[in-house]
């Protein structure tokens, strides 16, 4: 490891790697010691697509397998994305051949992030994959390299920017879901087909990383739990606001007696809580071990030049010599999460009920409840303009989810109510 | 690098000390690829002190210089404290062999930090200090590794948890400055001799070490500007409060087209502010750059166990190869901080007076500052209970902190103030 130059091969020219070749083009002597970081060939789908940099003197290679394979790069960047396909077949032919890898894709690593880690562990090719998670913000490299040793028991936060821009929004603007989308895709926020973010997807894949990542796991992307931010509606932000939170999308990994839990799914949180205030497209995260305690990091989760600023510290990482195993263990080690028997699950609930305004509904509410074992916290009955019907919103106490569940099935049979229950968990954070 | 077993030398057996040895017992394979750590040898100032580790079977060496010079130990672990004497003694005798060291010794290194690094790269001897500064929080790390390559402009935060205890509980239990000292030191939160942590040094020596890894410069302890808490009044604490701030002791280093400017001092921050939010003995890190953006970071700044999970990672750091020159550049590169012109500086000054309670005090204060060239932004006149004379407060507008300084000074001399202004920084954060 005593190269003066790396050579360094960029297959995907979005935004994040027009800006990485850019900041390479600046900045190639960025890393420490002074050696230099060269961009020697590029690939992305349209050579004459306008960008942001000027790619016309740099080697092009229309296929990214090629360029992935190429004998004039040291490192093999990839930016392009997708679980399967190109970014998988380049990205499996560096490995093959003992070249690095530094990507940016989640999806790959959380679906293959077991294999691949397989692969590159017998030819000693780094893997690393920072830009991944949290865009600019280290959540890897803490995980990773900070925490080690720590036995860690809860990775949750705020880990799609788009979702918690649209929540945001609702609440800042009093808008609803499809008006504020409609125009986070006009920004350039969210994507014309925004049900990889929306739709919880997106987290879903970060929380996998992060959960294999705390735990010593096999990435396990079937074992998350995902639901998005679709159905939230702005009756939901504001009645919870009565009660004291806010709404956010909550990404979670969490390791009890019973297993580990990975869920994706809008929560509750106190509105003095850190993720509560963590607003518009920031990204948060908590991490606590029992040695460690408690860390809380916060930044832009997403965004070109954070991103690319990820991709060029794990850049950095493979030139100063770093060598880990992909994950904590060695990934034939590596076991994958089962997921978490729901009956041993204790939780708490937001319930927001739309009843007709008749006497006795009340009573109705609360009986179910209590015959179902539930006790409440807090109950909020509140008319709103514009609302035909009357809110009726109510959190529990602690109890099993599948109790919680049953509860709400029967309460979902009442006559008197005008719409089904709206569930929402009350985040454990 | 192809060790199967590393050996650790631990000087210095306090409660960090007897943690670390305690979690390498225990969990010798906590490094990735199941490499061994096994302690091999510790020193102390006294072999019989009651302690939680139970060295019996364990090497004993009087001398630490002994125990770094040991061929039975390939890494130097120094936990003993203090810039001179046997833990530089220490620290300089394992390096110039070549073997790598971990502390947690903010004042070496933020004292000695160049010298010791030249002496590192020189045998190419890692030289890292993850505990020096947080806990076992890697602020160390997020600079030297996740911003490389990065233009960082601030490095901001709360980085002693003695004074931010002692700032909370004044506030919390409306008590004097004194009074919480005092039990802070019978709860072990402060030392007999606390002068090192109330009057800032202790901040001073970490954001030395930080403003270092940010700017690419040798640590220069030399140009850190510091004050300490000991003169807060309650009284400041609740009129802060009336006017929307709450004050902490703040440590930051900010760059700009006049220089590098590093600093420890009490600071006015908004309560919604999430450095005013961070309480109790915790720490918080703002790091801002142009490319990644701002990252902000908290978690526990002391205590035996997170401080010895920063060493842990250290260790761990080594163990996988980890080569990097120990500040951003080589050492013999690193030119020392210069300190910045305060008539270049500009800033705000939250400004108490106590003033006999006669008829055009007010005019006398406004004038005397709009004769200076210093707008107001905000004025309180209260009465408090149990406090003789009448409180003025006010915040200033922006202005060059020269001309702060000179408006301050002419206040001073008005014939209605019962005793000198007390002047707070408002923190640009």
Redesign the interface.
Known sequence: ?TKTTWRIGVAGLGVVGSELVN?LFE?PR?????VEARVTGVSARSRTAKRRTDIANLPWFDDPVALAKSPDNDIFVELMGGSDGPARAAVEAALAMGKPVVTANKALIAIHGRALAALAEATHAPLLF?AAVMG???AV??L???????DVQVVAGILNGTCNYILSEMELGGRAFADVLAEAQRLGYAEAEPSMDVGGFDSAHKITILAALAFGAAPTYSAVEVAGIEDIELLDIRLAKDLGYRIKLLASASRSGEGVSVRVHPALVPL?H?LA?TGGVLNALFMQ?T??????????GA?G??T???A??DI??VM??????VF???AQTLTPIAPVDQAQTMGRVFVRLLVRDEPGVIASVTETLADGGVSIDSFLQKSIEGVSGVPIVLTTHDAPESVLNEAVRRMGQLPTLMAPPRVIRIARV
Chains 1, 2 share one sequence.
């Open positions: 490891m900041f900045r960025f890393a420490p010691g002074g920072e600019g913000t280290p490299k803490m990773r390299e900070a925490m080690v040793g720590d003095d850190p205030r071990g040695r460690i305690g408690r860390i809380f990091i916060q930044g832009p965004g030049s954070p690319a600023a990820a060029a510290a950095a990482d100063t010599g770093l060598v880990r195993p904590q263990s060695p």
